[in-house]
């Protein structure tokens, strides 16, 4: 293998992996979008909450990992249905907008909660995941592969297929798709509104949680953390907002595509490709497939 | 007054059933029943002291003109509206003030005169999710789609695929309803009303919208739905020829009021409806 084509796999590999987180993120926000047709500008600070809440009760309390997840994800269920019994219930049949200035506020309030309960400082976030980069990869192929990556895309794959499963296949996950289509008519089946949002922020939540410690474990739990959100989006404008898989694949895309536009374009125009090039190529596609790749065509009848 | 009589006659009716078996041919059971209700928005009246009553087994259609009160009522009755006064009974008791998903498994489905379906999903799924309170395995099984799951899925598709053969729309089962056509979404939303396997079923303006042929076979699936199933239906109806057609009984609202209840025949000749509604052309 030459060295030019090795040193193309690990930028595609790194870039692969980085997609993946991206995904990640962009996936919570499909959830809550896909059923309760919000877009919930909240999410990006409620990774930064989880994994906050997460490493809170691990420093305040002295919890182990394994006890401090179960933790964090109880606190995020209860936040989930402290937003629909504080926020979505007194805005039931309002327009999209005014929910999404709701979450707009949501977000502030996270924020400051997050503060207010653990502190504003950098926390090193560590649960023995591992580091560095794999011998494995190192010594067979002589690529370099940093080992959290791969166990971050594991992991993602995981939480992904089952979301799938869940979305397709079960009873609930059908009132979730009946919910986002319809409300009065996922009413008239029998269907609790109520019950629902909690499920769907709920899972969201737990989404944000694992994509928040995933983060963390790379650069640290920080305010920065919430910004990832805004890498979420072009991957949404490339996946579609409705697709679980549109998600995915537009994350790898993104991922791939900005490492290899700034190791083989970089040098061309100054470097910094990866910062903007995520937003061009979602602009480029808002051109020529307004819905995404996977994304539902918008039908009007008139 | 005399329905007021007729009220608690049915009441007692099916009170003295509990103890001595079925009911008498004769005898109309009661399935639901307004009493004295007025549903206000702010300071508009929609709804001004209502009462009226819906037998078992009959198709009883409510009819008035536009902004009557007859979608509000439908509303009332599938607890989508809470109206500030009045009683509503229901199979003989008073039924608490409820949720629309609460009247749902109470046994009440209904349509909408827009039609409301899943744009996003298949004709077999929006009715399927008419079956949702009826699946009862639990989460981990259907996760994995086996076991009860599976078994239990199967059942109700069984009971889906009859009701699709039934309103014979077969070759649509896997499109998307968004892009089916608005006669054909009407029956798919009637399709999914029907998998509840409801006591009784609203229809809000079942035919709007719809040509002759296509009033005529849903005409025909409505009172074939009312034979086959037994199910009770109320509906509200413009097409003044189909409702005669159709309705054991009518209802007639005006401006939020009732003005007539009776057979066909009888409010077709009431000069009160005739000077509110069926002269007034639209």
Redesign the interface.
Known sequence: MSVEFGFFLETVISGLMAGVMYALVALGFVLIFKASGIFNFAQGVMCLFAALTFVGVQEKFGLPAWLALPAAVGVMILLAWLIERLVLRHLVNQDPIILFMATIGLAYVLEGLGDLMWGSDVKLLDIGLPQGASDYMLDNFNLYVEKLEVVAAVIASILVA?LA??FQ????G??L??V???H??????????NTIWVIVWSVAGIVALVAGIMWGSKSGVQFSLSLIALKALPVLILGGF?SIPGAIVGGLIIGVGEKVAEVYMGPFVGGAVENWFAYMLALAFLLVRPQGLFG?KI?ERV | MTFQANVSDAMSDVTSNAATGPAPAKEPEMMLAVEHVSLSFGGVKAITDISFDIHKGEIRAIIGPNGAGKTSMLNVINGFYHPQEGTIYWQGKVRRRMKPHEAAKSGIARTFQNVALFKGMSTLDNVMTGRGLRMKSNFFWQCIHKGPALREENEHRAKVEEIIDFLEIQHIRNKPVGKLPYGLQKRVELARALAMEPDLLLLDEPMAGMNLEEKEDMSRFIIETNQRYGTTIALIEHDMGVVMDLSDRVVVLDYGKKIGDGPPAEVQANQEVIDAYLGVSH
């Open positions: 089952a499963v869940f296949k079960t009873r609930v059908r009132a798709r009946a986002a289509d319809d009065q008519a996922a009413l008239s089946v029998g269907i609790s509104l409705t539902e039908i």
